[in-house]
């Protein structure tokens, strides 16, 4: 069933630096690919492939060299060329294991044994994230957008400072949660009045709209809800954000997925799948009442589940899937003419990328076409029978 299309807002691809990080020419072909598929910006999640500098320098990735201060500031006039705006993501809560990993943070941490979740009763844990924000927001000159991160910030009110400062009446997790936050957006509002804050929604979902107007977060952020699957609930989601919009959170924003949300190991995405969870977003879209002010979706594709986990899909094999999921809210549905337009962009045979077949040798259309075909002959082989049959038997 046809849906309008994606009503307007900026449609955001996100890069997702903490594996398999493209090569500075790689990326400035995926940028130019993009253009021609419609997106307007990109949500770069730099994590340990950002130069942090000073005391933050132990950031750096030490598998392979992280960015130079020249390499972005080139990716950025590029993209900026193709008419694309660059937002940073900047983890501040949750998900900070490449920052919380290293001995010298490790007290920052708001339990021992968890690597992700920061601390959020120690100031300094607060100056470090700030630090680290003022280091991304200064390498990237006229920046307007910056997005936080915030979500699944596990173990929460676990720590032992936690535990004490709950032990007062009336207090909650909930509470805990939006007072970091907010310590941090107001933070950033102070040093740049000019930014606008995106963050996470999944910590606020189960919160009431009382609780979130009185958290002092109406008008300092803009949650981005996410959700990534085929089956994508529209009633309840389109309630989410109806729910936000009440309790003062006007601009919002929706996520979505064309890889490395399907499981950890994924190799291979499968492209219906992702089109089936566009196709939902689109509903949701169209659902909406007419205040609430959707500022843009982001298009993410996950290189791994957090900065521990292993690799899944490579960017290279899921451009089919983007490419199709863009065409997906530009149409309004997956029809005849946006799968025509797909394969005629890629200079392939099909959108699924494991029945691909070239109609066009040309490299530049299907930047690492390549690797991907090797990539599905690989999978092929290891989930083969005679594979399994070895696996089981020897």
């Known amino acids: 069933m046809k849906a309008p299309p994606w009503p307007k807002g900026k449609k955001l691809v996100h890069l997702d630096l903490k594996g398999a990080p493209p090569r500075e020419e790689y990326l400035h072909k995926l940028i130019d690919l993009f253009s021609h598929l419609g997106v307007d910006g990109l949500l770069m999640e730099y994590e340990d492939m950002f130069p942090y500098e000073g005391e933050l320098k132990l950031l750096q990735a030490a598998a392979q060299p992280a960015y130079s201060p020249e390499q972005i500031s080139s990716m950025q006039e590029f993209a900026k060329s193709k008419g694309m705006e660059v937002i940073p993501l900047v983890q501040t809560f949750g998900h900070m294991e490449f920052v919380l990993k290293h001995r010298s943070m490790w007290s920052y941490r708001e339990v021992a044994h968890c690597v992700g979740t920061l601390n959020p009763h120690k100031e300094e844990g607060v100056r470090l994230v700030m630090e680290m924000l003022r280091q991304v927001v200064d390498m990237h000159p006229g920046l307007n957008t910056l997005h936080i991160g915030a979500d699944e910030v596990y173990m929460l009110g676990e720590g032992e400072e936690s535990k004490l400062w709950l032990s007062s009446p009336g207090r909650t997790v909930e509470q805990l949660f939006l007072s970091h936050v907010t310590t941090v957006a107001k933070a950033i509002k102070q040093q740049w009045p000019h930014m606008n ?198």
């Not at 989410?240 to 995405?269: I, M, N, Q």
């Open 197 to 394: 804050i995106i963050m996470w929604d999944d910590m606020m979902r189960g919160m009431s709209p009382d609780t979130l107007k009185d958290s002092g977060l109406v008008g300092l952020v803009q949650p981005m809800l996410w959700d990534y699957t085929p089956n994508l609930d529209v009633e309840k989601t389109v309630s989410l954000l109806e729910k936000y919009h009440r309790a003062g959170l006007t601009d919002l924003w929706a996520a979505s997925s064309f890889k490395g949300s399907t499981s950890v190991y994924t190799c291979v995405p499968r492209t219906q799948q992702h089109v089936d969870n566009h196709l939902q977003w689109l509903k949701v879209a169209a659902s909406l009442s007419g205040g609430v002010n959707i500022k843009g979706i982001a298009i993410t594709g996950w290189q791994r589940y957090d900065h521990m986990s292993v690799l899944c899909e490579l960017m290279p094999v899921g451009l089919p899937s983007l490419a199709a999921c863009l065409q997906t809210l530009l149409h309004g549905q997956f029809s005849a003419e946006a799968q025509s337009k797909v394969m005629e962009v890629l200079g392939v045979s099909s959108v699924e990328v494991e029945a691909m077949e070239r109609t066009s040798e040309a490299e530049s259309l299907f930047p690492g076409r390549r690797l991907a075909e090797l990539i599905v002959e690989l999978n092929s082989l290891l989930n083969s029978e005679d594979v399994r049959f070895f696996e089981d038997n020897i």
